[in-house]
């Protein structure tokens, strides 16, 4: 029951302002004067995901009828794995700084190349975003935060997604030292390499201890600075074999979905990583602090009907159940004042 994404592609060129999962993709194509176009959609109340179908039909029909829908709980039988050895990725740093936008839904660092290559399909990275809490659950425990590396392939228009979790990092595990600064990417990436070379990184167990990730303490040294949204900023230099190395040496739990924001357009190959990113917890308060809360609640197992139709027809059920119930006898007169 799923949209196809040719006919999102004409509902999303419409409206530009959903999909920021999507941001700088086909289904919504940034803004050609550089500004900052902030998202319609929200997470609570009558913006929030139990009404993004209503906010634009039929564009978004699939956010309550695709079955299909992201995100999931990660759980034996919904996915397959694929070792981070099997794919090509590549993402180039960015010694110049890079774009650092607030969309009001989520913040958004806009890339400057860096290629996924899975089987013979090839995508192309757009931007990375983050979530708050993660949106998919790991064996049903919501991490942190959740980054997705959001990517597009050239000729079949087709997204895949990494999802990658960050905990809050251990402080008995971080490095003693603040993280690396950006003057010291060659040293950065010569004791990455020393200690692969030395160990081979086995995949790490959801409980492992975490160190910071040096990209993620550099992102948010600046997320104040866009607590407004529709803000952006100029990052210091972003490098990023730190985050592709972990994601190489670690394996990616791989299923199709959707979009985990408006229009939730369906055929997004998902790769959710087995690696751990790590924030320190005064970075994680300053994000919490602008982007306050962005996941999706978590969808049906993949080819199951979608919970807002099960949610429906339960609705509607019950509303014949009381209609048809007896009116209630008429409440007898309380022997004594309520005790409040
Ligand atoms: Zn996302």
Known sequence: MGLTLRSLLLAASATRAFASCAHGTFL????????????KFGYSGSIGPLNWAALD????????TGT???????????????????IELTVNDMPEGAEFENLGTTVEVITQGGTL????????????????????LDAGKSQAMEMHMVFQSAGTQEIAVIGTYINIADQAAAPATPPAPPAAKRSLRSRITR????????????????????????LFSVVDQISTPGTKVKTPPL?????????????????????TTPPCSEGVNWHVSTARLGVTPASFTKVRDVIG???????????????????????????????????????????????A
């Open 117 to 136: 290559k899975v089987g013979e399909k090839q995508f192309e990275l757009q931007q990375f975003h983050f979530h708050l809490p993660s949106e998919h």
């Open 28 to 39: 919504r194509p940034r803004a050609e004067n550089g500004t900052v176009e902030v998202g």
């Open 195 to 218: 200690r692969q070379e030395a160990t081979p990184p086995p995949p790490l167990p959801a409980t492992a201890a975490t160190g910071a990730t040096a990209l993620l303490e550099t």
């Open 239 to 259: 490098v990023m074999s730190e985050v592709v190395d972990v994601l190489k040496a670690n394996a990616f739990q791989i299923y199709s979905g959707s979009l």
């Open 293 to 339: 809360f962005n996941s999706r609640y978590p969808q049906n197992t993949p080819g199951q009907p979608n919970i807002l139709m099960l949610s429906a027809l339960g609705s509607a059920a019950a509303a014949v159940a009381v209609a048809a119930a007896p009116a209630a006898a008429p409440a007898a007169a309380p022997a004594a004042a309520p005790a």
């Open 68 to 86: 299909r829908q992201s995100p999931i709980d990660m759980v034996e039988g919904v996915f397959t794995v694929l070792q981070g050895s099997e």
């Open 57 to 64: 039909a039929p564009a978004n029909a699939a956010c309550a």
